[in-house]
């Protein structure tokens, strides 16, 4: 909104800043998190009262979660909101890549705020079922991968290595929509620890706000052998209010908890890190900056495969986070330690971009 009342105004005197997406992203990423900080509080005493018991706690997990109990979920509807009132207010509003990643991480975030009512009404672990949920996010996926594409080439690039491109033709369209529903899954699957999966999320952002700024910048990819994507540095402002509305949801929800995500936090979360790397040529990309999410969605994966052949298990709980703590690692220790991999997988995604 701002970017278009600056333009209208012709960029005059400090106005003029807003026309720079560097400066938005710093001025999105501090409005979101300030926005945060401020609703935080009353919001989560909102949640408090209205769900009483909380998320419920399994009794089968690591016997340490059973002290969470009452502890409020759906705290995502705070990152939401913080992320949407600064992506509004600093965004440029004529872009159909942010558009598209906002209606992504809205619409999950709605699927993911069915699932945790269902569970807190209920008291059950059991939300929305597996199928229905399925369905509802490849739908949002789809027709957000229909705006993305739309914009942008088919191809599949291929990182490390320099115009390497898959032609994918028509099936990029549903190759776009699995990576969405993939990120939001497993994100989805990592949020079981205080902290866990919010600040790789937060990494992972930053990570591909530069890259989205970078494929944005004709002089700048063509220089690095990266795809150029028109108007995808604005992508950059969208990773800015993930990464404020993150960083004030780790405020309350860093050890001891004071609120959780749930689904309607990570699913959307996930979601639009997967939208962004669908609009900014860099799928392939994402599976390595976020590479925790890809190992905690294998672990289950692997674990119920495995315990479905064979009747044993390949780790002594799944996702893989609960394994280290049933070897007795403290749940700081599991979340700190995931925290330096995220920040390891980020650089050696950010080193795709030179390593051509």
Not at 42 to 59: D, S, T, Y
């Amino acid at each position: 909104m701002l970017y278009l009342l600056a333009e209208w105004l012709g960029f005059e005197g400090a106005l003029n800043l807003v026309r720079y997406q560097t400066f938005r992203f710093g001025a999105t990423l501090m409005t979101a998190l300030i926005f945060g900080l401020i609703i935080g509080p009353r919001f989560i005493n909102m949640l408090r009262v209205r769900q009483g018991k909380g998320q419920p706690i399994r009794e089968d997990g690591p016997q340490s979660h059973l002290a969470k109990r009452g502890t409020p979920t759906m705290g995502g509807l705070m990152i939401l909101i913080a992320l949407t009132f600064a992506l509004l207010l600093w965004m440029d509003l004529r872009s159909p890549f942010v558009w598209a990643c906002l209606a992504v991480t809205i619409g999950f975030g709605f699927i993911g705020f069915l699932d945790d009512y269902d569970k807190v009404s209920k008291n059950s672990h059991a939300g929305l079922s597996g199928k229905v949920r399925l369905l509802f996010e490849f739908i949002v996926a789809g027709i957000a991968s229909y705006l993305i594409v739309s914009q942008i080439s088919t191809n599949l690039y291929v990182p490390f290595f320099s115009d390497v491109e898959i032609p994918l033709g028509p099936f990029y369209y549903v190759f776009a929509a699995f990576v969405i529903v993939g990120a939001g899954n497993a994100v989805n699957l990592t949020d079981g620890l205080d902290g866990l999966a919010i600040m790789p999320v937060i990494i992972a952002a930053g990570t591909f706000a530069l890259i989205a700024y970078l494929v944005g910048r004709v002089d700048y990819s063509e220089y690095l052998g990266i795809p150029h994507v028109e108007g995808a540095g604005e992508l950059a402002v969208f990773a800015a209010a993930i990464m404020g509305a993150g960083l004030a949801f780790l405020w309350f929800n860093a050890p001891p908890a004071a609120v959780f995500m749930g689904d309607t936090g990570s699913l959307a979360l996930g979601g639009a890190l997967g939208a962004i790397a669908v609009a900014s040529h860099h799928e392939v990309v994402l599976a390595i900056v976020g590479g925790l999410f890809v190992l905690e969605a294998v672990s289950v994966i692997v674990q119920v495969f495995w315990f479905k052949r064979t009747g044993r298990r390949v780790f002594r709980m799944a996702p893989i986070h609960h394994h280290f703590e049933q070897l007795g690692w403290s749940e700081s220790k599991v979340v700190i330690r995931f925290w330096i991999i995220a920040i390891i997988l980020a650089m050696i995604g950010l080193s795709t971009l030179k390593l051509r």
